[in-house]
């Protein structure tokens, strides 16, 4: 069973490659592939980072720009039709990505290729560092090396109940929730609710940073409060987290490594865990702040909802 559902992830990831490759000439729809996986495109497009190492997005563009580069070096095309087909708008555009890649601009390139034909000829003369071994190739002959690291991930599966969550709703990037919890704790501060009761402080997000566009990404920014708690804070509404099987996971370290270590939880420790997942939400549970840790020394645990028709085991 294990062997067979990470057999599962690595299909749908390289059947998402496919796809990804199929539409170089085209804007690439990042949230049909997260429907074509079955998978809510948050969940798919973090599996896809861990195994891969990149996005999908982040391939797209890649490939793209490797494209350009094998165009620049064995054909005489404008290099302004070049940058329209690697989808960017503007000559300028163009040669600001393709520099910061390459390491050259689209003309220097082509003179380097021009110099020396047979050796940029070659396709591999474009590729752009990628630990995944894809790359833009006529045959595509390349092979797939999905990420097979060792995680040394300690991480924890177990059954929880429900929790009672009074949050403040934010939209925007997730790293500027900060702006929803200071909201949270004046409205807290204002209210009667007694601090023995703030169980944990959360997150819940439920949109995917690749499909939807940073101003309208949903989360919440909440306390987890005791079921017999009925006052509800003015300014706030209530959310619940279901009862499960969730896996858990501590990062220790800065908030903006949060992106990677959901990768690595996702893409590499479930994938080699062989589980499936369930239907509950994505959430982050803080075990201290900014405000009382340096950023090196920050704990946040991740949760990780589960299938929970299988045998627990850590």
């Known amino acids: 069973m294990k062997n067979e559902t990470r057999k599962q992830y690595e299909e749908l990831v390289a059947r998402a490659i496919e796809h990804v490759r199929a539409s170089l000439d085209d804007a690439l729809s990042l949230d049909s592939l997260g429907r074509k996986a079955h998978l809510s495109p948050l969940h798919f497009h973090r599996i896809f980072r861990g195994l891969m190492g990149e996005t999908p997005g982040e391939l797209h563009r890649r490939l793209r720009l490797e494209r350009a580069g094998f165009s620049l070096a064995t054909s005489q095309l404008a290099v302004t039709r070049i940058a329209l087909e690697a989808g960017y708008e503007t000559h300028e555009s163009f040669t600001r990505a393709f520099a910061s890649a390459f390491g050259l601009s689209p003309s220097e390139f082509r003179d380097r290729a021009r110099q020396n034909p047979t050796v940029w000829a070659a396709t591999s003369a474009s590729a752009l560092s990628a630990h995944s071994g894809v790359h833009f190739s006529v045959e595509r002959t390349d092979a797939i090396r999905f990420n097979t690291e060792e995680t040394n991930m300690h991480v924890t599966v177990q059954k929880m109940p429900a929790k009672k969550v009074f949050a403040v709703a934010h939209s925007g990037p ?26 944990e402080m959360v997150a819940i997000q439920y949109d995917d940073p690749e499909t939807v566009p940073a101003a309208q990404l949903r989360s919440e920014a909440g306390i987890v409060v ?3 708690v009925r006052e509800k804070p003015s300014g706030l509404h209530e959310v619940t987290i279901p009862a499960g099987v969730y896996a858990r996971f501590t990062h220790h370290g800065p908030y903006d490594r949060l992106g990677d270590a ?3 939880f996702m ?3 479930l994938v080699k865990s062989g589980r499936k997942l369930g239907t509950g939400p994505c959430y982050e ?13 920050l704990l946040t645990e991740l949760y990780l909802s589960m299938s929970d028709d299988e045998e627990l085991s850590a």
């Open 174 to 199: 997730y790293n500027m929730i900060g702006a929803a919890f200071s909201r949270l704790n004046e409205l807290l501060s204002a209210a009667t609710l007694e601090p023995a009761h703030w169980l």
């Open 226 to 228: 005791a079921d017999h």
């Open 262 to 264: 959901w990768g690595r």
């Open 267 to 269: 893409g590499q420790w």
């Open 285 to 297: 549970r803080y075990l201290n702040t900014p405000e009382n840790a340096a950023p090196q020394d």
